[in-house]
């Protein structure tokens, strides 16, 4: 039995498309050009040309879409296992949709609405998967009254309450990519013609689900190389200005359509050519062009010539690939840091909810720990190219993680912080900053097995209660009756 793997985020499909998306994680078109340029410049390793590429098309796409006009985006990228297909395709989607609390429940809803939700729950117990918006909120008997008093907070603070909302949306982000405004397909390799075709009607069926929903969906199709070339053929609707299948119909002028490809991998593959690291792009098109045209069967279709810009993506060389682990570990390794860490104040907040805990400190490695994933990788199959950093975090350092916070909260200099007032969206009265930063370092043993040894840096501090600044009237007022109602809440249950 052949496994397909099926990820849409977004409600059951319509027969007539949406005007406007109704994702409460969709980032405004300007917006999004900052972001993945943002994502590029420290997540993204080489692919100068490929960058630059793609973000000019992106931001043509929000100057379209600002003044009205058609914008479609079309892309293809194509290389060889392990060079980052999926990873460009998951930036482009992220920057459009974001994961980030900002955008999630917040650009919907306001601050005023968020403030009056957390303030009337009391302590409010909710969390959006940014990808699923799943939501659990457990009421209170004073909504009317916190409802109002979350409008007069925004009106006194001049709208300015995004922490308000943050603390309750999208917290605990879901991984990509099941965010809502995507859907994402991943071609299996079948036996029989039929199936293929068949999964291919599926995709676009799918794809026209999302478009309708939402005009501005990013529609990703994984290894459309799996598929023969008919097919391959039953993809054109995707390139269309209305997708239609079935008994949907939605126009593609703000849409996303995102394919990626391995090389052809026929018995004939090496009359292509191969994409081999430190290859000019020019030469990388070259090759692909080449290759399509065996992946195709032939000349490509003209439709998928005019219509789709293809990136070829050859590996990349050993200075690049370096550039690769030291921004993965800094990136990376450090936003799952950051994760272990917020698990275990979430557990501490649920046994004492009037404190809450955080870190200011940073992560960091020596230069050893690049060596040792070099190193890894070396003995790693040739395939893993950059998979194999991941597959580094995956058996050597996540089974670590957990003491690296144990140590950071057993011996991190920390300072408590006594709130002068109560957050309306928390009732906290004190917080806990640890502010020591974690050290990552790695040995590399003879037998190939890996020490991981985590350090802590101490940076000098004097925080003392009296620097914490008095609270003005509004934040007396507000502060109290948030807390009150809190009390209420808790003694009318």
Known sequence: MMLRLVVIAAIPTLAAAKDQCGCANAVPSAKSVDLLEDAFAKRVAGRRRTKQAVLAAIRQQASAASSGRAAPLRLHFTGPSGVGKSFLAQLVATAKFEESRRYTGYATIGAGAA????????AVVAKVSTWGALVAVVSSPIAVAGGLL????????GWQAGDLADAYWGTAPAPYPTQCGVSWWKFASFSEERDA????????????????????????????????PNALRALEPLTHSLIRSGDVAAPTSQATIIFTSDLYTGADSADAG?????????????VAS???RKMWGGAEPAWWARDVATFALPPLDARELESAVELYLS???????????RFRFEAFRRQHPDTRHEWTGSFSYDE???DTVKSFLDDGPPEWRCHGITHFRHRVLEPEFGEAASLLLERSRSYVHQHGWARLHEQVSKTVVYTSSLLLKTTLNSDGTVDVAWELMHLPHDHREEEASEPGLAEYVVGGLA??????SVAWR
């Not at 990136?331 to 860490?341: F, I, K, Q, T, Y």
């Open 197 to 228: 075709v068949s999964d291919a009607r599926g995709a676009v069926k799918a794809a026209a689900s999302a478009v309708a929903e939402c005009p501005g969906a990013v529609v990703v199709l994984e290894d459309v190389n799996r598929l023969p």
């Open 290 to 292: 080449r290759q399509a």
């Open 150 to 157: 979350g409008l007069l907070s925004a009106a006194l603070f």
């Open 274 to 286: 191969i994409l081999e690291p430190g290859m000019s792009a020019n030469d990388a098109a070259h």
């Open 331 to 341: 990136h990376d390794v450090g936003a799952a840091l950051r994760d272990e860490l």
């Open 115 to 122: 403030t009056a939700a957390s303030v009337a729950t009391g």
């Open 368 to 370: 050893q720990v690049v």
């Open 483 to 488: 807390r009150a109602m809190a009390w209420a």
